[in-house]
Protein backbone atom coordinates (compact mmCIF):
# COMPACT_ATOMS: atom_id res chain seq x y z
CA UNK A 1 0.00 0.00 0.00
CA UNK A 2 1.36 3.52 -0.85
CA UNK A 3 1.53 5.88 1.69
CA UNK A 4 -0.29 8.65 1.46
CA UNK A 5 0.83 11.91 3.39
CA UNK A 6 -1.34 14.89 4.61
CA UNK A 7 -0.13 18.18 4.43
CA UNK A 8 -0.83 18.40 8.11
CA UNK A 9 1.90 15.90 8.73
CA UNK A 10 4.66 18.04 7.13
CA UNK A 11 4.92 20.21 10.00
CA UNK A 12 4.19 23.53 8.33
CA UNK A 13 0.76 23.75 9.43
CA UNK A 14 1.31 27.52 11.43
CA UNK A 15 3.64 29.01 8.87
CA UNK A 16 1.76 28.11 5.92
CA UNK A 17 -2.06 28.42 6.69
CA UNK A 18 -4.10 30.92 7.90
CA UNK A 19 -6.90 30.98 9.98
CA UNK A 20 -9.20 34.43 10.09
CA UNK A 21 -12.78 34.30 12.67
CA UNK A 22 -14.92 36.63 12.50
CA UNK A 23 -17.37 37.52 15.06
CA UNK A 24 -20.87 39.61 14.52
CA UNK A 25 -22.30 41.58 17.86
CA UNK A 26 -25.70 42.73 17.13
CA UNK A 27 -26.86 45.20 19.56
CA UNK A 28 -30.57 46.15 20.29
CA UNK A 29 -31.17 48.73 21.77
CA UNK A 30 -34.60 49.87 23.30
CA UNK A 31 -35.41 53.20 22.90
CA UNK A 32 -38.78 55.08 23.02
CA UNK A 33 -40.70 58.13 21.22
CA UNK A 34 -40.68 60.79 23.49
CA UNK A 35 -42.26 63.03 20.58
CA UNK A 36 -45.11 60.31 20.07
CA UNK A 37 -46.08 61.11 23.45
CA UNK A 38 -46.28 64.96 23.11
CA UNK A 39 -48.21 64.53 19.78
CA UNK A 40 -51.85 64.41 19.87
CA UNK A 41 -51.96 60.84 18.89
CA UNK A 42 -49.81 60.14 21.87
CA UNK A 43 -51.61 62.50 23.99
CA UNK A 44 -55.45 60.99 23.23
CA UNK A 45 -53.75 57.92 23.82
CA UNK A 46 -52.85 58.35 27.09
CA UNK A 47 -56.14 59.93 27.80
CA UNK A 48 -58.04 56.72 26.40
CA UNK A 49 -56.01 54.72 28.71
CA UNK A 50 -56.47 57.00 31.78
CA UNK A 51 -59.54 57.62 31.48
CA UNK A 52 -60.67 53.86 30.36
CA UNK A 53 -58.77 52.95 33.89
CA UNK A 54 -61.12 55.20 35.55
CA UNK A 55 -64.24 53.98 33.62
CA UNK A 56 -63.86 50.37 34.26
CA UNK A 57 -62.52 51.06 37.70
CA UNK A 58 -66.57 52.90 38.17
CA UNK A 59 -68.34 50.03 36.47
CA UNK A 60 -66.44 46.97 38.73
CA UNK A 61 -67.63 48.86 41.80
CA UNK A 62 -71.02 50.50 41.00
CA UNK A 63 -73.99 48.25 41.44
CA UNK A 64 -76.34 49.71 38.79
CA UNK A 65 -74.93 48.67 35.28
CA UNK A 66 -77.17 47.94 32.70
CA UNK A 67 -75.64 44.67 31.17
CA UNK A 68 -72.50 44.55 33.00
CA UNK A 69 -71.06 41.57 31.40
CA UNK A 70 -71.10 43.12 28.48
CA UNK A 71 -70.23 46.68 29.94
CA UNK A 72 -67.01 45.73 31.49
CA UNK A 73 -65.89 42.83 28.95
CA UNK A 74 -66.07 45.76 26.50
CA UNK A 75 -64.43 48.42 28.28
CA UNK A 76 -61.37 46.03 29.63
CA UNK A 77 -61.00 44.99 25.83
CA UNK A 78 -60.89 48.63 24.78
CA UNK A 79 -58.21 49.94 27.61
CA UNK A 80 -55.98 46.83 26.61
CA UNK A 81 -55.69 46.80 23.39
CA UNK A 82 -55.16 50.55 23.67
CA UNK A 83 -52.27 50.16 26.06
CA UNK A 84 -50.46 47.79 23.46
CA UNK A 85 -50.82 50.12 20.36
CA UNK A 86 -49.73 52.65 22.99
CA UNK A 87 -46.77 50.48 23.92
CA UNK A 88 -45.95 49.83 19.95
CA UNK A 89 -45.96 53.36 19.10
CA UNK A 90 -43.98 54.51 22.46
CA UNK A 91 -41.08 52.09 21.84
CA UNK A 92 -40.84 52.35 18.51
CA UNK A 93 -42.24 48.24 17.42
CA UNK A 94 -44.62 49.51 15.06
CA UNK A 95 -41.85 51.28 13.19
CA UNK A 96 -39.60 47.99 13.05
CA UNK A 97 -42.92 45.79 11.93
CA UNK A 98 -43.42 46.83 8.49
CA UNK A 99 -45.81 44.25 7.62
CA UNK A 100 -49.03 45.76 9.34
CA UNK A 101 -50.56 48.81 7.82
CA UNK A 102 -50.26 50.72 11.25
CA UNK A 103 -52.57 53.95 10.25
CA UNK A 104 -54.91 51.44 8.76
CA UNK A 105 -54.90 49.32 12.54
CA UNK A 106 -55.29 52.60 14.35
CA UNK A 107 -58.56 53.39 12.34
CA UNK A 108 -60.24 49.84 12.79
CA UNK A 109 -59.51 49.58 16.46
CA UNK A 110 -60.64 53.47 17.58
CA UNK A 111 -63.59 53.18 15.60
CA UNK A 112 -64.36 49.58 16.61
CA UNK A 113 -63.54 50.90 20.29
CA UNK A 114 -66.05 54.43 19.83
CA UNK A 115 -68.86 52.07 19.12
CA UNK A 116 -68.80 49.42 21.44
CA UNK A 117 -68.23 52.57 23.89
CA UNK A 118 -71.40 54.16 22.28
CA UNK A 119 -73.31 50.80 22.76
CA UNK A 120 -72.60 51.40 26.69
CA UNK A 121 -73.48 54.97 26.37
CA UNK A 122 -77.02 54.05 25.14
CA UNK A 123 -77.19 51.36 27.82
CA UNK A 124 -76.14 53.65 30.51
CA UNK A 125 -79.23 56.10 29.14
CA UNK A 126 -81.46 53.52 28.96
CA UNK A 127 -80.86 52.48 32.96
CA UNK A 128 -81.10 56.01 33.56
CA UNK A 129 -85.02 56.43 32.08
CA UNK A 130 -86.33 52.88 32.75
CA UNK A 131 -85.28 53.08 36.71
CA UNK A 132 -84.03 57.01 37.38
CA UNK A 133 -81.35 56.04 38.75
CA UNK A 134 -79.13 59.44 38.29
CA UNK A 135 -76.60 58.87 41.18
CA UNK A 136 -75.17 55.99 40.04
CA UNK A 137 -75.36 56.51 35.99
CA UNK A 138 -74.37 59.87 35.94
CA UNK A 139 -70.55 58.93 35.93
CA UNK A 140 -70.60 55.73 34.37
CA UNK A 141 -72.55 58.49 31.55
CA UNK A 142 -70.35 60.77 31.24
CA UNK A 143 -67.00 58.49 31.25
CA UNK A 144 -69.10 56.68 28.38
CA UNK A 145 -69.51 59.15 25.74
CA UNK A 146 -65.80 60.70 27.20
CA UNK A 147 -64.61 57.20 25.78
CA UNK A 148 -67.08 57.11 22.80
CA UNK A 149 -65.38 61.20 21.76
CA UNK A 150 -61.99 60.25 21.94
CA UNK A 151 -62.42 57.06 20.04
CA UNK A 152 -64.27 58.70 17.25
CA UNK A 153 -61.89 61.54 17.49
CA UNK A 154 -58.94 59.59 17.17
CA UNK A 155 -60.07 57.58 14.01
CA UNK A 156 -61.54 61.24 12.62
CA UNK A 157 -58.05 62.39 12.75
CA UNK A 158 -56.54 59.06 11.12
CA UNK A 159 -59.12 59.40 8.54
CA UNK A 160 -58.28 63.04 7.85
CA UNK A 161 -54.76 62.18 7.73
CA UNK A 162 -55.50 60.11 4.66
CA UNK A 163 -55.48 56.49 5.99
CA UNK A 164 -58.75 55.75 4.01
CA UNK A 165 -58.69 56.86 0.70
CA UNK A 166 -61.93 57.56 -0.76
CA UNK A 167 -61.75 57.22 -4.40
CA UNK A 168 -64.45 58.40 -6.79
CA UNK A 169 -64.72 56.60 -9.52
CA UNK A 170 -64.84 58.40 -12.98
CA UNK A 171 -65.49 56.88 -15.75
CA UNK A 172 -64.38 58.73 -19.47
CA UNK A 173 -66.87 58.72 -22.42
CA UNK A 174 -65.45 58.99 -25.73
CA UNK A 175 -67.76 59.86 -28.67
Not at 86 to 93: I, S, T
Not at 131 to 141: H, I, V
Not at 153 to 161: G, I, P, V, Y
Request: net charge positive; aromatic share 16%.
Amino acid sequence: MGSSRSKMADGDFPDKYETHTTTTTTTTTCGYNEAYLRSLPGLLRVAQIGVGLIYWIVLAASRCVNYPGYMITATIFAWIFTIIIFLLFFFMVADKVTLINWPLTEFINNILWGVLHLIGFIFVLIGIIRYCRWFGNFLQLVLSIAMTLLYLFHAFLLFKDGVIVVRSQSSTVQT
